[in-house]
């Protein structure tokens, strides 16, 4: 798929049916490691979570941090991480290191959308992803960005990609100033 028809297809997916191989995994964290990055420091590490144990505890602690906008929207985002394969994208501190990881999630998504697959970013915050992080055995240099949750989305592949609404082309596009059109 041409880097542009996998931008225009990416989407968030939040229902799998199997997780992807792991050549098809390394493939497209390798692709995550070519982005533009603070420094050249490279700062990214990567855990592939495939232990049940591993993934419930994880599933649990989102769904704990959602359940707060009530149950009925937490649940699902709990059941993301089934049929799939989450990976902790993990970065080291330092200046511009955590930009830096959401720059390798994008290339991670959009290359993830190339090979088929559907990606959704989950993100943890306060006590939960201090507990994620400890289950996983980060050094407390070391925090977790995002967990990408990728598989084979269900009903994959579409043939029409939905439509999505968008502002106006360059509206958004300003020169010098805000308000100034380019």
């Known amino acids: 798929m041409e880097l542009y028809e996998a931008m225009d297809k990416r989407r968030t997916i939040r229902g799998f049916v199997k997780a992807p191989s ?5 493939k497209i964290i390798m692709a995550g490691t070519k982005c533009m990055n603070a420094g050249n420091r490279q700062p990214w590490e990567f855990i592939i979570i495939d232990d049940p144990a591993l993934v419930d505890f994880i599933s649990e602690e989102k769904f704990k941090l959602n359940a707060i906008g009530g149950e009925a ?29 959401w720059a390798c999630a994008q290339n991670i998504a959009l290359a993830a959308t190339a090979e088929g697959l ?12 201090k507990k994620v992080e400890k289950i996983l055995g980060l050094r407390p240099d070391y925090h977790v960005a995002v967990i990408l949750v990728i598989g084979v989305q269900k009903g994959y ?8 609404k968008r ?13 100034t059109p380019a």
């Open 157 to 164: 592949p579409r043939l029409n990609t939905p439509q999505i």
């Open 118 to 129: 559907g990606v959704v970013p989950s993100t943890l915050w306060d006590e939960g992803l």
């Open 167 to 179: 502002r106006l082309e360059f509206s958004w596009l300003h020169r010098n100033k805000f308000g």
């Open 22 to 26: 792991d050549e098809i995994l390394r």
């Open 73 to 101: 929207s937490a649940r699902p985002q709990k059941d993301l991480y089934y049929n799939s394969r989450p990976v902790a994208v993990c970065y080291k501190d330092g200046p511009g290191h955590l930009w830096t990881m």
